[in-house]
């Protein structure tokens, strides 16, 4: 079952964030640090440190970014 707080920030996340381009941070390629508002990142290794209220808190192992992201879905 979904969140519906979840469903709202995925909602303003799209808003802010879907007409970027996406690229993906990977160890050959890392996110430059100029390049972080100009694409929408996704980090598939990051690693989660802990619960951030509704969110976790996520660390890449590649360009050491720290974020928030949506708890991984359940299945």
């Not at 381009?21 to 690693?47: G, K, Q, V």
């Not at 209220?53 to 720290?66: A, D, G, T, Y």
């Amino acid at each position: 079952m979904s969140d519906p707080l979840n469903d709202i920030l995925r909602h303003f996340s799209d808003l802010q964030y879907g007409h970027l381009e996406h690229r993906t941070c990977t160890e050959a390629s890392p996110m430059p640090a100029a390049d972080r508002d100009i694409y929408r990142w996704h980090h598939p290794d990051a690693n989660e440190l802990g619960p951030f209220f509704n969110l976790v808190l996520c660390e890449c192992p590649h360009c050491n970014f720290i974020f928030a992201s949506f708890p991984k879905e359940q299945s």
